[in-house]
C-alpha cells in the first residue's frame, strides 16, 4: 500500500474519531436493500436535523473506536455488513427518531447498535429510544395540561358574567 493511500485512510479514521468525540449520538444501520432514491431521502432528513450521515470502512471506523476509548462494541463481531453511521451533535435522541420514522417507508433499514450520551444501545433500545418525546414535544403537552384548567376558568367567568348579565337585563325590564 502506497504512502498516499496510508495517509487518506489516517485522514479518514481522524475525522471519524472528531465526529465520534464530539457526538451526544452515534447510531449505526444497515442499509443494505435501500434505493438510492430512499437513502438520498435519508440523507437530506439527517442534513436537515443538523446529523452528519455517512458510510466509512468497518475497519476504518474499527480503528476510530478503538483509538476513542470509549466505543469499544463497534468491533469485529458487531461491526459487520452493509454500515451507514449517523452523528448527532445536538440532539441525542434525533437520530434514533428520523431512523425509526424513515423505516416506515424503508422497511429494509435497520438500526444494528449505538451510543447515546456515552452508553452502548443495541438494535431493541434504539428502537424503544425513538419511541420517547422530543423536548418539544414534552414541552408541548406540559403547556397544553396547563392550558386546559385555565381555558376552563376563563368559560367559567365568562358564563357567570353573561348570567349575571342577563339577570340584570330582566330586572331592568320587570321594572
Do not use: C, H, W
Not at 38 to 56: C, H, M, P, S
Not at 127 to 154: D, M, Q, T, Y
Not at 158 to 163: G, P, R, S
Request: charged residues 30%.
Amino acid at each position: 500500500m502506497s504512502q498516499k493511500a496510508i495517509d487518506i485512510k489516517q485522514g479518514v479514521v481522524s475525522e471519524i474519531v472528531e465526529k465520534m468525540q464530539k457526538s451526544q449520538s452515534v447510531v449505526v444501520i444497515d442499509y443494505k436493500g435501500v434505493t438510492v432514491e430512499q437513502a438520498t431521502g435519508l440523507r437530506n432528513k439527517f442534513r436537515e436535523a443538523g446529523i452528519d450521515y455517512k458510510v466509512y470502512k468497518n475497519t476504518l471506523v474499527r480503528r476510530a473506536a478503538s483509538e476513542t476509548g470509549k466505543f469499544d462494541k463497534f468491533d469485529d463481531e458487531n461491526l459487520i455488513g452493509t454500515n451507514a453511521i449517523a452523528f448527532s451533535y445536538d440532539d441525542a435522541l434525533a437520530p434514533a427518531k428520523i431512523i425509526a420514522d424513515f423505516a416506515k417507508t424503508a422497511p429494509k433499514v435497520e438500526f444494528k447498535m449505538g451510543y447515546v450520551e456515552g452508553e452502548f444501545y443495541d438494535a431493541e433500545q434504539l428502537e424503544a429510544l425513538s419511541k420517547i418525546p422530543s423536548r418539544e414535544e414534552l414541552i408541548a403537552k406540559l403547556l397544553g395540561s396547563f392550558k386546559a384548567p385555565l381555558s376552563n376558568f376563563v368559560y367559567l367567568i365568562d358564563a357567570l358574567a353573561k348570567k349575571d348579565g342577563e339577570a340584570t337585563a330582566e330586572g331592568e325590564a320587570e321594572a
